[in-house]
C-alpha cells in the first residue's frame, strides 16, 4: 500500500510555496499550461471541426489567417493549403474554407441558412450599411430600396454621364500622347483609380471629383482608402476583444498607422451630401436622390447619417474594385498583341468607319461583342479583384462533402481557388480567353464568381460590367497598348487584390503598324 510520507509532502508544499512567492511567474504559467493542455485535450478529441485538415497553427489560432492577411497573402496561402489538403480546409479554430462542387449555393445560396461574419463588423460605421449589416432582415430591406437604381432602365439613364467620364479619360491620355510625339510612356493604375473614383462620385453624387482632370490623387484620398481596406481586410480576421488592441501592436506600425487615419473619404461623403440635398430641384436619377427617398421600416426617411454613411461606402466599394478589374485586363492584353488585335478587329468592325472625336462606345454595342466579354471573363477568372474567401457564419448544421459543420462556424468559398478547379478550366493558371468561346460553358460559369453569389452578391455588377467594357472599348480603339516590362506582375491582397504596377507605352492607334514596329 503507497503510505503518504508526512516529512515529504511537508518539504515538497514548502518548495512549491518557495516557488510561488520568489518566482511570480511560476502561478501564471502553470494556469497558462493547464489552460493549453485542456485546449489540446479539447480541440483533439470534442471539437466537431477536428476531423477538418488544415495546419496545426490555423487550427489553434485565429493569428494565422490574420498573419497571412498582414503579408498580404491570404488567397494564395489558401489556395496552396487546397493544393495540399483537398477542398475542404481548415483556416482557423472556427473558420472552414471550402471548394467543393456546389459549394457556391451551399454558402451563399439563399437557402444556405448563413449570414455575415464578425469579420464585417470592422466595415460598420457609426450605423448599419448594405454592404457590412450582419442582419439578414435589414439588408433585405435596404437591398430592396437601393436596387431601383440599378435596374437596366435606370443604368441606361446614367450612361451619357457615365461617358462624360470616359470621354474625359480619353483626351487625358490623348493629351499626354500628343505631348510625347505619338507615344506615352504610364503607369496605367493611378489612371484607371482616377476614372473610377469620377464615375462612381458622378453615379453617388452627381458629381464628379475631378481625378482625371487633375492627373493625381489629390488630398491622398485614393492611397488612403488603400491603406485602410488593407488594413481592414487583416483587421477583421481578429477575434473581437483583440481588435482595440491591434493599433498597439508593438514591432509593426501597420496597424496603427493605418487605423489612427481619419477618413477623408467621411469628411467629403459629408460635404457632398449635404451640396446634394440643398439642389431639391435637381431631376437625376443618381444613387443619392434613391438614398433620400428611401424608407424604413417605420415609413420614416433614412437618417442622414445612414445616406452618408452609405454614400461612402459606395464610394469606396464601387471604385477600387472596378479600377483593379480595368487595369488588371490591360496588364493582360498588353502582354499579348495577338488577343489585342484580336480586340482591335472586332471594335473595329462595330464601330465602323471614322468616329467623331467626342466619340465613347456604347453599351449597347459593347455589351454584345464575344471576344471583348471572353477577356473580360477571364481576367476576373484569373485575377477576381476580389480574391479571398468572403466569410459568412453558419445559422443552422450544414453538411459539406463529409463534415458536418454545426451553427455558428465560419465558413467560406475562396474566389481565388474556384476560379482555379482543374475540373472546370483546363490550364487553370494560365490566360486563355478562347475558353469562353469554345462551345458550351455552362460548367465555367457556374464555377465563376467574381460578384460573388446569392442574395449577397454584388449590386454593381452591371454598373461595373457597363463601365469596364466601354472604358476597354475606348482604350483599344484609340490606341495600342505595349507592356513597358516583361517582368512578371507582382500582386498584393489587401481587401482587393493588385498588381504593383502596369506601366505600358500608348500608341495612337495606326502609327505602330505604319512605323513597322
Ligand atoms: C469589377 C467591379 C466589382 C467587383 C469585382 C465587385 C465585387 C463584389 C463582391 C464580390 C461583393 C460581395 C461582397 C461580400 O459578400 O462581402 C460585392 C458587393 C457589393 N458591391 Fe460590388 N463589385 C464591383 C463593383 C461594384 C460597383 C461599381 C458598385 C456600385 C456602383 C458595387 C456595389 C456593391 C454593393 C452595394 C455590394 C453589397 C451588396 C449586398 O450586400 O447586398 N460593386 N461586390
Request: glycine fraction near 6%; aromatic fraction near 12%; charged fraction near 20%.
Amino acid at each position: 500500500m503507497f503510505e503518504l510520507d508526512p516529512q515529504a509532502s511537508a518539504l515538497s508544499l514548502r518548495g512549491t510555496m518557495t516557488l510561488l512567492t520568489e518566482y511570480s511567474w511560476f502561478l501564471p504559467l502553470v494556469v497558462v499550461l493547464i489552460v493549453a493542455g485542456l485546449y489540446l485535450l479539447w480541440a483533439c478529441f470534442l471539437d466537431p471541426l477536428r476531423n477538418v485538415p488544415g495546419p496545426l497553427a490555423a487550427r489553434v489560432t485565429p493569428f494565422w489567417l490574420t498573419l497571412q492577411c498582414r503579408l498580404f497573402r491570404r488567397s494564395t496561402s489558401i489556395h496552396e493549403l487546397h493544393q495540399k489538403y483537398g477542398d475542404v480546409v481548415r483556416i482557423g479554430p472556427n473558420n472552414i474554407s471550402v471548394v467543393s462542387k456546389g459549394c457556391l449555393q451551399q454558402v451563399y445560396g439563399s437557402n444556405s441558412g448563413t449570414s455575415k461574419g464578425p469579420f464585417y463588423d470592422v466595415f460598420r460605421p457609426q450605423v448599419p450599411i448594405i454592404f457590412s449589416a450582419r442582419d439578414n432582415f435589414f439588408h433585405a430591406r435596404r437591398r430592396k430600396d437601393l436596387t431601383p437604381a440599378f435596374t437596366k432602365s435606370a443604368l441606361r439613364g446614367f450612361e451619357p454621364y457615365m461617358s462624360t467620364q470616359i470621354l474625359n479619360l480619353k483626351y487625358a491620355l490623348t493629351r499626354k500622347v500628343e505631348a510625347g510625339g505619338g507615344v506615352a510612356f504610364l503607369n496605367f493604375a493611378p489612371w484607371a483609380n482616377y476614372l473610377a473614383f469620377d464615375v462612381i462620385a458622378n453615379f453617388v453624387f452627381g458629381e464628379s471629383f475631378g481625378f482625371i482632370d487633375a492627373g493625381y490623387d489629390f488630398h491622398n484620398l485614393i492611397s488612403t482608402i488603400d491603406l485602410r481596406m488593407q488594413c481592414l481586410n487583416a483587421l477583421g480576421t481578429v477575434p473581437g476583444w483583440a481588435r482595440p488592441l491591434m493599433k498597439w501592436m508593438p514591432f509593426d506600425g501597420f496597424w496603427r498607422q493605418n487605423l489612427t487615419t481619419t477618413m477623408n473619404l467621411q469628411a467629403l461623403a459629408r460635404t457632398s451630401t449635404e451640396a446634394r440635398k440643398q439642389q431639391s430641384g435637381v431631376d437625376r436619377d443618381d444613387m443619392l436622390s434613391f438614398l433620400i427617398k428611401a424608407k424604413q421600416e417605420n415609413g420614416m426617411p433614412l437618417p442622414h447619417e445612414s445616406i452618408i454613411a452609405e454614400a461612402a461606402s459606395f464610394v469606396s466599394g464601387g471604385s477600387d474594385s472596378t479600377s483593379t478589374t480595368l487595369t488588371h485586363f490591360v496588364d493582360f492584353v498588353s502582354r499579348r498583341p495577338d488577343a489585342m488585335r484580336r480586340l482591335q478587329d472586332e471594335l473595329d468592325a462595330a464601330f465602323s468607319g471614322t468616329q467623331p472625336l467626342d466619340w465613347v462606345p456604347s453599351e449597347e454595342i459593347v455589351g454584345n461583342l464575344p471576344f471583348l466579354t471572353a477577356l473580360l471573363k477571364e481576367t476576373m477568372r484569373l485575377r477576381p479583384t476580389s480574391a479571398a474567401g468572403l466569410e459568412r457564419i453558419t445559422g443552422k448544421e450544414m453538411k459539406i462533402g463529409e463534415y458536418v459543420l454545426p451553427r455558428g462556424v465560419l465558413v467560406s468559398v475562396p474566389t481565388y481557388t474556384l476560379h482555379r478547379r482543374e475540373d472546370v478550366f483546363p490550364n487553370p493558371d494560365q490566360f486563355i480567353p478562347e475558353r469562353w468561346l469554345a462551345g458550351d460553358s455552362a460548367a465555367m460559369t457556374a464555377s465563376w464568381a467574381p460578384f460573388s453569389y446569392g442574395t449577397r452578391s454584388c449590386l454593381g455588377k452591371h454598373f461595373a460590367w457597363m463601365e469596364l467594357s466601354k472604358a476597354v472599348a475606348m482604350l483599344f480603339k484609340e490606341f495600342d497598348v505595349v507592356r513597358a516590362s516583361e517582368a512578371e506582375t507582382v500582386l498584393q491582397e489587401g481587401f482587393f487584390m493588385k498588381g504593383s504596377e502596369c506601366n505600358v507605352i500608348l500608341i495612337k492607334r495606326g502609327q505602330m503598324r505604319q512605323s513597322g514596329s
